[in-house]
């Protein structure tokens, strides 16, 4: 059988692991199994295309395997559960990457074979690449805080800049697709990819940490583009088809995110966003009513059905598997506990899922913002740890105020109201929380993790 | 590139997409980090691209040079193949129904 026609069947059983794979992902059950279909699928790709009689020889080829499966099993094993938007963001920046260095060499190897049209990709992928490695590693360096601080960083003439950088791009781009073999190629390519990783950085430096969520899901989506445009420049139907996929679900889940947010993607990268809003003062009725944990343990021992509404202030004290403990204590009590998530509660979209997986809670506790809504009026007690803008009711009430339109969970329909938090500070927003002002919410001030343990504290000493 | 086969490449290029936004609109949110890290891992995919360019021999007067960026590009997509695949089996393992283990350090 002819090689190349192998190496196609191979690709096209590959193709197929993949869907597979992203389809099993459809439930919690099946995800796992799904996920080694698509590496079985990756492995026979990368092994039938080392026989490929282009590949002439295998020194480099080895070392590359070798250096990047290192690093990688490193990253995957040692990166923490809370660190998982930041090693995301670091995998996006690598894919355009390698995307941007296929494009180089390729452009290396074969200049005088290249029409206007093979010059014309060369140059997509390359600032495609170039866009999301230095856009990643901006978001990675926000979200880490070590080079620069989470703050939007904003200057004046930045949307100017931006467009020069553009420009220059495109002018770069068309010189560059005209004479691709000519003198002056390697100095055209050199230009609009210096300009395109320019960009990636002007990009994302103005955006805040609060919004990174959304940059971290659209560098998804441009790292699986990166991957189609060098398909497009090797002629993979592999590349072009996994690329797809992974383009598609960095799309929807950046829809997702921003309905969340109550943003448009313009918004985010255009508005003053993650900058505080200012908000007119508004007029608050009611004031804040403190309790001590013995008082809320009363409450929750007598609680029927009780929802817990964590926020990433749960993760910052570490108080996951305090809350397990909670959990069960209450379990034990005859309460019926679940978990009701935002999608923007951690720091990447279900991010908060995987947190409380991490914690030994099953994920048939863990419920999506929707389907816990109509079920509130009949919750006992809603406990809100770490979390705020999320559950303002501002959002429904308030039309003056920044949070107006956005989706929340409506804790304040719950009887009551216990709010976890560290101390009377404002959330993201900047906004004032009109639910602790509500007569059915109670304030438990302090750390997170303290306050659970002392409620598991008095559930034990009930108990025995 | 001819042009058929640019066509081509295309046409597999568009049902890719509206076959990418059916299936990954059906994960639920639950999933939505693993999604993220296990689309990592498909991303190295250019692992493909950098293989060819990797394996170049050093002939035609070009050097090594295009073997060299080949190779670097190979170890960072390799880095998203392991890692994203590694990481995501890694997640998906805790994910548990009821009745979870009484350990949980």
């Known amino acids: 059988m002819n090689i190349s026609i192998l190496i196609n069947l191979v690709y096209i059983l590959s193709a197929i692991a993949f869907i597979l794979g992203f389809k099993l992902m459809s439930s919690p059950e099946s995800a796992r199994r799904g996920n080694i279909i698509s590496g079985v699928g990756m492995l026979s790709a990368i092994i039938v295309t080392l026989i490929d009689p282009q590949v002439q020889r295998y020194d480099y080829i080895a070392i590359g395997i070798l250096a ?48 206007a049209g093979d010059a014309a990709i060369v140059w997509l992928a390359a600032i495609i690449g170039a866009v999301t490695f230095s856009g990643s590693f901006i978001a990675w360096a926000k979200l880490e805080e070590k080079f620069i601080s989470g703050k939007p960083v904003m200057y004046n003439g930045q949307q100017i800049v931006t467009g020069l950088i553009i420009l220059g791009m495109v002018v770069a781009g068309v010189f560059f697709s005209l004479y691709p073999a000519g003198e002056g190629a390697y100095w055209h390519f050199a230009i609009f990819a210096v300009l395109a990783l320019a960009l990636g950085v002007a990009l994302v430096i103005p955006i805040g940490g609060a919004d990174m969520p959304v940059v971290i899901c659209l560098l998804n989506s441009y790292s699986g583009m990166a991957a189609c445009a060098s398909g497009f420049i090797v002629q993979n139907n592999l590349l072009i088809v996994a690329g797809a996929l992974v383009g598609a679900s960095g799309v929807i889940l950046t829809l997702i995110m921003c309905k969340a947010m109550n943003r448009s993607i313009a918004n985010v990268f255009l508005g003053g966003f993650g900058t505080p809003v200012k908000g007119e003062a508004l007029a608050i009725t009611g004031e804040l009513k403190e309790v001590k944990a013995s008082d809320a343990y009363l409450m929750l021992e007598a609680a029927n059905r009780v929802v817990i509404v964590p926020g990433y202030g749960l993760a910052v004290s570490q108080a996951q598997h305090a809350v397990r403990e909670l959990m069960e204590e209450m379990e034990k009590n005859g309460a019926e506990v679940s978990f009701a998530i935002h999608p923007v ?70 009887r009551t109201v216990i709010v976890m938090k560290r101390g009377r500070g404002k959330g993201f927003a900047g906004v004032e929380n009109l639910l602790f002002f509500r007569n059915n919410c109670r304030m438990l001030y302090g750390d997170a993790k303290t306050s659970l343990q002392a409620l598991v504290g008095e559930f034990k000493s009930a108990r025995s | 590139m001819e042009s058929t086969v640019l066509i081509f490449l295309i046409f597999i290029l568009v049902l890719s997409i509206f076959l990418g936004f059916e299936i990954i609109s059906k994960v639920p949110s639950l999933l939505h980090t693993p999604l993220m890290s296990g689309s990592n891992a498909i991303s190295g995919i250019t692992v493909l691209g950098s293989l060819v360019a990797a394996g170049m021999a050093k002939n035609a007067g070009h050097g090594e040079l295009a073997a060299i960026l080949g190779a670097v590009a190979l170890m960072f997509a390799m880095i998203n193949v392991v890692g994203g695949y590694f990481v995501t089996d890694r997640m998906l393992n805790m994910f548990k129904k009821k009745e979870p283990k009484k350990t949980g350090k």
Not at chain 1, 357 to 381: H, T
Not at chain 1, 390 to 412: C, F, Q, R, Y
């Open chain 1, 68 to 115: 990047g499966t290192a690093i990688g099993l490193l990253l995957a094993y040692r990166t923490p559960m809370t660190g998982m938007p930041q090693m995301v963001g670091l995998l996006n920046g690598f894919g355009g990457l390698a995307s941007l260095l296929v494009a180089w060499a390729e452009f290396h190897a074969r200049s005088e074979l290249m029409g």
């Open chain 1, 345 to 414: 509660a951690g720091r990447m979209p279900g991010h908060m899922n995987v947190l409380l997986a991490e914690a030994n809670i099953s994920y048939d506790a863990m419920v999506e913002m929707d389907a816990v809504n109509p079920q509130m009026d009949s919750v006992d007690v809603c406990m809100i740890i770490g979390a705020n803008d999320v559950v303002n009711p501002a959002a429904k009430e308030d039309k003056t105020s920044p949070l107006w339109g956005m989706p929340i969970i409506e804790a304040h329909r719950a």
